[in-house]
C-alpha cells in the first residue's frame, strides 16, 4: 500500500517568509509525528498526534512553528518568519496505534521535505 | 527526557568483514529500541527492532542485542556488502509519543 508522503519535496524560502509543509499518513494511522532533521544529524522529535489531538509540542524550538491535523488524517507543519536557522529535512512519520502495543510501535517514515531558507 | 548516544560516528569496513555500531540510553523506562538505515537524500527505514523484554534478535545479517541493565544496545552487521553503505540510527522509545534518535553512524563498506 501506499507509505506516508510529505509535499513539497524541497522548499526554498526567504527569511521572513512563511512556510506550510504537507504529510499524508499512511491510511488509518493514528499517530503523527514530525522530526527536524538537520544535516549530518539524527531525525529530532518536534510534535506528536494522535487522531486529530496534538498531545505533545515540546519539540516544537519556537512559536513561530505551528502544526495541526485538523481531520486526524493530513497534517501541515507551518512554520512563520522563517530563519536560516529553520533549514533543515523535516521527517513525517506514522504509527498504526495511539500507543507503544507489543508488534505496533513502528514508526513509518515519509521522505522529507527539504527545507532551505535563504 | 531520554538521551541516545552512539558510536561511532563514522566506521568504515571491508566488504565481508563484520559492522557493529553501538548506543546507549539514559531512561530506564524506554522499551523500545529501533534501528533505521538511511541512504543519502531518502528516508529513514526500519532495518531491525528489539524491545526490552527479549535480550537479543536476528535477522539474517542483521542482529541486535540489548543490555538493559547497564542501557545499552548494538546493532551488527555481519558479512557486509557495500549496499550496507549508509547512515544508520539507533533510536530508543518510551511512552507513547517519544523516541529519541542518535546522532548516526556513517557505514562505508569498501569492494
Known amino acids: 500500500g501506499a507509505g506516508v508522503s510529505q509535499s513539497p519535496r524541497y522548499k526554498v524560502a526567504k527569511r521572513g517568509q512563511d512556510v506550510a509543509l504537507r504529510c499524508d499518513p499512511i491510511s488509518g494511522h493514528v499517530s503523527l509525528f514530525w522530526y527536524q532533521q538537520a544535516l549530518g544529524q539524527g531525525p529530532e522529535f518536534l510534535t506528536y498526534?494522535?487522531?486529530?489531538?496534538?498531545?505533545?509540542k515540546s519539540g516544537l524550538p519556537s512559536d513561530r512553528f505551528f502544526a495541526e491535523r485538523p481531520e486526524g488524517s493530513v497534517s501541515t507543519l507551518k512554520i512563520q518568519r522563517t530563519q536560516q536557522e529553520d533549514s533543515a529535512v523535516y521527517l513525517c512519520a506514522s504509527r498504526p496505534t495511539g500507543f507503544n502495543a507489543l508488534g505496533q510501535e513502528t514508526q513509518y517514515f515519509g521522505p522529507g521535505t527539504r527545507l532551505l531558507v535563504l | 527526557g531520554e538521551n541516545v548516544e552512539q558510536h561511532p560516528s563514522t566506521l568504515s569496513v571491508q566488504e565481508g568483514d563484520s559492522a557493529v555500531i553501538k548506543c546507549t540510553y539514559s531512561d530506564s523506562a524506554s522499551n523500545y529500541f529501533p534501528w533505521y538505515k538511511q541512504e543519502l537524500g531518502k528516508r529513514p527505514q526500519l532495518i531491525i527492532d528489539i524491545r526490552s523484554n527479549v535480550g537479543e534478535k536476528k535477522d539474517q545479517r542483521i542482529a541486535v542485542t540489548l543490555n538493559k541493565t547497564a542501557k545499552h544496545f548494538s546493532l551488527h552487521i555481519t558479512e557486509t556488502q557495500p549496499e550496507d553503505s549508509a547512515v544508520y540510527f539507533c533510536?530508543?522509545?518510551?511512552?507513547?509519543?517519544?523516541?529519541?534518535f542518535g546522532a548516526g553512524t556513517r557505514l562505508t563498506v569498501k569492494p
Open positions: 498526534f494522535q487522531n486529530e489531538a496534538q498531545l505533545d
Open positions: 533510536a530508543a522509545s518510551i511512552g507513547n509519543n517519544d523516541m529519541r
